[in-house]
């Protein structure tokens, strides 16, 4: 199957998928750990680290194209969307601290939060290794 070139519309929908794909995760996974009053860097983390769209998608909307559930520009946006996500995620991988650090500095100058916490996780600058997160340090 070979996919046309991509109009701007369709380049623009399926960067507007990954975005939305990334908000809904950082949503899903930190909006729990918040409720349960527990720090929320561990949650941020894991969803920066999981903001790449799976191949797993690419298969089900190929598989929906060939039985004819979707049409082939949903399974076009799919792709922008995966690509794009895999162009991005190392970047935000290498960078994810930094960008809880900014995050959360503006969270709390919205909220009026003073900043003591704040200097209290700044990053060490001090390179980090490869680690598997889960839910054991919530």
Known sequence: ?????????????????????????????????????????????????????????????TLGVSHKHIGEDSLETMLIAFVFTAIISPFLIRNSHKIFVKGRGWYERKRGIEAERAAAIEDDGEERGIVLL?????
Do not use: Y
Not at 30 to 44: F, H, N, T, Y
């Open 1 to 61: 199957m070979m996919l046309p070139i991509p109009t701007p519309l369709t380049f623009l929908l399926g960067v507007f998928v990954a975005l939305m794909g990334m908000a809904v995760r950082l949503v899903g996974i930190c909006l729990p750990i918040w409720l349960m009053s527990k720090d929320v860097r561990v949650g941020v983390v894991a969803s920066i680290n999981l903001a790449q769209i799976g191949e797993f998608a690419l298969v089900l909307c």
């Open 134 to 138: 889960g839910f054991h340090k919530i």
